[in-house]
Structures are given as C-alpha cells and as structure tokens.
C-alpha cells in the first residue's frame, strides 16, 4: 500500500522568503505526482504534475522536483506572498490512476 | 475554463437515510473519481469508474456505497444507509486521457453532515 508523507506539518515564514516543502512515498512504481493547493474548506486546485519519467516542472514561481528512484517529491515556491497561505497537499497516482493523498503542509506566509 | 461541478455543497442527513451526491465532470473527461476527507484527516480514494464500470475501489466503499453515471453528463455517489462516520468532504474528480497524464481535477466538494 502506497504511504505518502509531508515534513514539515506546517510552515510559518516572512512574505518574500523562499518554501520548501517536502513530500516522501514508499512505493517507487507510480504513474504521475500531483500537488494540489487547498484552502480551508475548499476544495482541491491542481497545481502541478510530474510525470513519472519527468523529473522537475515549473509553473510561473513553482517548481516542482521528482526523483522517483529515492520516492521523494520537493515543491519550491519563490518569493512568497500571504495569498499563498493554504495547506499544499501530495498525491501519488499508482497504475490504475487512483490518488495516494499526503496529511499536507499548511503555510503560513506572514506580511 | 472547464471546471468540475458538485452539487449541493452541503448536506445534512439523519444516520439510517439514503444520501445522493452529484457531480458533473469536465464534458471531455473519461475517468471520474470519488473520494473523501474526514475533517481532519488525509484525502481517501473511494472508488474510480471508467467506460460504465468501476476500475478500481477502495476498502471504504462497501455495500453502502454505489455509483452511477444515468446520463452524458452526471456522476452520482450513493450512501443507502448514511453512519456517523460518513461524516466528511466528499470530492469529485475527473480525468481524461489526453497525452496520457491523466492529471486529475477536483470538484469543490459537498460537505456530508450525518446527525
């Protein structure tokens, strides 16, 4: 069974600086990563996805690392702003597709 | 932009009670999911469905639990008998096949409150 974990659980940092956040899995056989932004109460927002031969995309201040063969996963966001306040979760998709969810890293970006 | 729909947003409902939840998906998309969150807790994978039939489904989606797609557009999530522990966000999701990613995207959830 696929085990998804986020370090740390939560993240507090001054507008401006850079986030790292970190996401580990046990099962290297998988098909995609996914992380996905959720606000309280709200629902999922894709943010990026890394195929499982890709091993890095970027989308505007986010990149997001793969390195399949040690199951781990590193999203960095730059120059961070209070609008990205949220939990930021990780979902590995196995070979039929289904999401394996991590607990998520719930950042604080302070002004 | 195409979104995923879920209605209603909230449901309250006696333990014992059938609920339905509904969901519309990407008009484009081939693969829908189910899964939930318990206040709380991780995202769980409920169930996936694909050319009219469950692909996969998870140890959490038991007898209780149904699916269905009635027409082209709608995908239904069905609780016979809701429990206390249904309690939680249930999200809908879809995907499609293109240049195979199948990068999933998510509904905003209906909140299923069992009293």
């Known amino acids: 069974k696929q085990e998804v974990t986020q370090i740390p659980a939560a993240l507090s940092v001054p507008e401006g600086e850079n986030l790292v956040l970190n996401c580990s899995f046990t099962?290297?056989?998988?098909?995609?990563l996914q992380w996905f932004r959720q606000d309280p109460g709200k629902g999922l927002t894709s943010l990026l996805l890394?195929?499982?031969?890709?091993r890095e995309q970027t989308s505007g201040r986010l990149n997001a690392s793969l390195d399949k063969s040690s199951g781990r996963s590193t999203l960095y966001i730059a120059a961070s702003q209070p609008g990205d306040s949220a939990t930021y979760l990780c979902a590995v998709a196995s070979n039929d597709y289904k999401l394996s969810f991590g607990a998520g890293t719930t950042v604080t970006v302070r002004a | 932009e195409p979104e995923v729909t879920q209605t209603p947003s909230h449901q309250v409902t006696q333990m014992g009670q059938e609920v339905i939840l509904r969901c519309v998906p990407i008009s484009n998309h081939l693969y829908f999911y189910w899964y939930r969150q318990i206040l709380g807790q991780k995202v769980e994978f409920l169930v996936s469905?694909?050319?009219?039939?469950?692909?996969?489904k998870s140890e959490i989606f038991d007898d209780q639990f149904s699916v269905e797609r009635p027409d082209g557009s709608n995908f239904t999530l069905k609780i016979r008998s809701t429990k206390l522990e249904d309690s939680a966000m249930y999200f809908c999701?879809?995907?499609?096949?293109?240049?195979?990613?199948?990068?999933?995207?998510f509904g905003p959830g209906t909140r299923l409150t069992v009293t």
């Open positions: 099962d290297s056989a998988i098909y995609n």
């Open positions: 890394i195929q499982s031969s890709q």
């Open positions: 999701a879809s995907s499609a096949a293109r240049a195979r990613s199948h990068e999933q995207y």
């Open positions: 469905f694909y050319n009219n039939e469950i692909s996969e």
